[in-house]
């Protein structure tokens, strides 16, 4: 399976190298190794269902070698474009790659000089379609960001229903041939119904590669994004319901997609007792993943070891076990953030919560996390 990694704040910005690059856990190092805590249960009250080893090394203990993508969000096309009260502050830049991220100089170069309030990162295990940038995720309609871990059963079957069901508009963005990217026109098709007439990027005069309908420029509520959510999901069920009758198989659909403003993100798989992919969220670990305050998000093993509460004069959080002695912030200056990732990237367990299966959690714009049913 894929792993991905999401961070969004209204008020405090990540550097995307201490978010990707830094941690011994982080997402661009996950081609290979992987941290999976409290995945394992014996006790079907507390996680859903009895999970074996086996289970969980079937879906998150694989090779993710097929490239990598991700999205922040920056103010710069909004700054250079005419005065508007009504457009968003906020738009996705996307860089894509298939060579794996620590080897990939632009990737490093990047992170290293860029911030982002928002930030979404995918690192690829392929099913079955071509290795290229066009398929990694995260794909992008307007302002909204779209990325997954799993894969949509018998998708090869059920591609031109699935396609009869989007929009004009969605069905004709998309580049690739991933099960995600499709995904990602349904839910669109039913977030941002068709426009009539079609307007192009309104910061552009022009049809280009960089136009899009001006109603995806328009934000939507969380409950507005979930319930597109399920839909999508319910829709792709019925279709390999009426495609496959009693062959159709379950999906594992952890699906992430915001707005820059917004967040949702869940952990579903259409099974009786199978786990989906993992997947984990805080909101503290922003704190001991941001170069700014003290800590290390390798704790006591980061380069400048155990530290005492204190780096550089500055307080660190409570239980901080590392050391940075270049802090310039105390902890509790940090700004309030949610962190939604296929694993967690920093020492701290008791930062990350596991997100049980069939859940979805809503970041709203002030910062405010609710878990929930699905209710597919």
Known sequence: MCRWFAYIS??????????????????????????????????????????TEAEVTTRNRLFNVDGFGMAWYSPDLSTFSPPSSTKPTLHPALYKSIQPPLHDSNFRSLCANTSSPVLLAHIRAATATAITPTNNHPFTFGIHTIMHNGYISSFALIKRALCAAMSQ????????????????????????????????????????????PAA??????????????????????EIQKSEMGAKSEPNDLNICVTD????????????ATE??????????????????????????KGPHGKGNGNGNGKKAAEGAEGHNPHARRDAGDHGKHVIIASEPTTYKEREWTLIEKNQVVLVGPDGTVTVEEIGV
């Open 10 to 51: 209204a008020t405090e910005p990540c550097l995307l190298e201490d978010a990707l690059v830094t941690p011994v856990h982080a997402l661009s190092k996950q081609v290979h190794e992987h941290y999976l805590p409290k995945l394992l249960s014996r006790d079907p009250s507390t996680h859903a269902q009895y999970t």
């Open 275 to 300: 786990q989906p992919p993992s997947l984990y969220y805080s909101t503290t670990a922003g704190v001991t993943l941001n170069r700014q305050f003290p800590d290390h998000p390798d704790g006591a």
């Open 216 to 237: 995806w420029e328009h934000y939507h509520s969380v409950e507005e994004m979930h319930a597109a959510l399920v839909q999508t999901i319910s829709t792709i069920i």
């Open 169 to 212: 508009e969605t069905f004709a963005h998309i580049q690739g041939g991933t099960d995600t990217e499709h995904f990602a026109a349904l839910l669109m098709t039913n977030l941002c119904p068709p426009s009539a007439p079609h307007n192009p990027n309104p910061y552009s005069g022009e049809e280009s590669e960089a136009s899009f």
């Open 260 to 271: 820059g403003r917004s967040l949702v993100a869940c952990r579903y798989r259409n099974h």
